[in-house]
């Protein structure tokens, strides 16, 4: 069995509530594939099968590392009166490779307006995943910049980033689109004592996680498979620089502070390079 200790041991080290609650997320998880297993010791072999399970799952190779490194540690809690089997477990249980989790792909506007519009079945579920959608191609949010978000982040036009990547912040304007949806979910966002997150699920803030699974949901269902949370991101810059405006301003925008890391995600086309080219007109 699951040594209670440990995961309380385990809980407590965490250095941030997003940290303990990714942590409790991967330990119920575990917890129940584990409890119906015929499987007595917390061993390399029990975590081996464990690893094979989340691979057959529709899940990022971030979360399935996440889930394998918690695990490791209650394995060797449980198992420090046996340091060769913490040993094992060390040297034999490793991460998946990355998948390509930032697949360079940007959705036409058509799509995404497609994409807005199936979440409207006015229910608050389909107004919080409208609003997290517009959040994410109205203002090129990365994932871990919209759950971050308070209530108090959103002044009714611009949205305050705060410690993003870098640790930096910044301040995004919100088209009127975005604008609308967001004060849409806010009217009819559920209170829950004590919770600040702008965009909430039943027990509290929305974790990465949660926002995945959303963003998976939802394109899914419109038939497009293999896109991430960060194709809206891509999508934002592109749709951006096609419409002109110039890469200092974009880079700003996105919290790049290097031009350089905006370009990889400016996905125009070949053609529109050639028209561009012919734009210069000689005689």
């Not at 584990?34 to 007595?40: A, F, H, L, P, V």
Request: proline content about 3%; overall charge positive; hydrophobic content about 35%.
């Amino acid at each position: 069995m699951i040594d209670p200790h440990a995961v309380e041991d385990i809980l407590n080290g965490c250095n941030s509530p997003n940290t303990r609650r990714l942590y409790e997320h991967c330990i119920k998880e575990f917890k129940a594939w584990y409890e119906t297993t015929e499987r007595q010791e917390l061993n390399t072999s029990t975590i081996m099968a464990y690893r094979a399970k989340l691979t057959q799952k529709d899940i990022s190779s971030s979360l399935i590392n996440s889930s394998l490194m918690v695990v490791k540690r209650l394995a060797s809690y449980q198992n420090q009166d046996n340091p060769m089997m913490v040993w094992s477990i060390d040297r034999n249980i490793k991460g998946i490779p990355q998948r390509q989790i930032k697949p360079r792909k940007a959705l036409t506007l058509d799509q995404v307006r497609a994409l807005l519009l199936s979440c409207h079945n006015e229910t608050v579920k389909g107004y919080r995943d409208e609003a997290i959608l517009a959040g994410m191609f109205g203002a090129g949010l990365r994932r871990g910049e919209v759950v971050k978000l308070d209530l108090t982040d959103f002044d009714g036009m611009d949205l305050l980033i705060r410690q993003s990547k870098g640790r930096k912040s910044r301040s995004v304007p919100l088209p009127d689109w975005a604008i609308r949806r967001l004060n849409a979910w806010l009217g009819v966002r559920p209170h829950i004592d004590g919770e600040k997150g702008m965009f909430t699920v039943s027990n509290g803030r929305m974790t990465s996680g949660n926002l995945y699974a959303v963003f998976r949901k939802r394109t899914q269902a419109m038939g497009w498979r293999g896109l991430h949370p960060h194709n809206a991101r891509t999508t934002y810059i592109t749709h951006l620089l096609k419409l002109k405006n110039d890469i200092a301003i974009v880079a700003r925008l996105v919290g790049h502070s290097d031009v350089q890391t905006t370009t990889i995600y400016d996905l125009r086309s070949e053609e529109e390079l050639r028209l561009a080219v012919n734009s210069f007109l000689l005689d």
